[in-house]
Nanobody
Framework: VQLQASGGGLVQAGGSLRLSCAAS????????VGWYRQAPGKQRELVAR???????NYADSVKGRFTISRDNAENTVYLQMDSLKPEDTAVYYC?????????????WGQGTQVTVSS
């Protein structure tokens, strides 16, 4: 599966952005899609994840500010980011987890840069 991430940009603190992760196949056949981010000099971290059953989980740092959702008809997963902070600045990536037999395969999209100015 191929993933295309988009929607990043430059925004002032307190602003909003919506990231999109478009998949090349039906996302209903993907076990989970997650958004991750990596800031300079830091490890990549999970931001939010949504399963095929609709369950979601979020990093503590973004709870109440970010919302992950999906549109099965568009094969797209979104990350709505509100009340952005300078510490949210990072390259954001989406990842698909697909269970094949008893093993998971992981597919990454290219990153999209999010920069939050103070």
């Amino acid at each position: 599966v191929q993933l295309q991430a988009s929607g990043g940009g430059l925004v002032q603190a307190g602003g909003s952005l919506r990231l999109s992760c478009a998949a090349s196949r039906s996302i209903s056949s993907i076990n989970a899609v997650g958004w991750y981010r990596q800031a300079p000099g830091k490890q990549r971290e999970l931001v939010a994840r949504i399963t095929s059953g609709g369950s979601t989980n979020y990093a503590d740092s973004v709870k109440g500010r970010f919302t992950i959702s999906r549109d099965n008809a568009e094969n797209t997963v979104y990350l709505q980011m509100d009340s952005l902070k300078p510490e949210d600045t990072a390259v954001y990536y989406c990842k698909a987890d697909i269970l094949i037999m008893t093993s998971f395969l992981y597919f990454w999209g290219q990153g999209t840069q999010v920069t939050v100015s103070s």
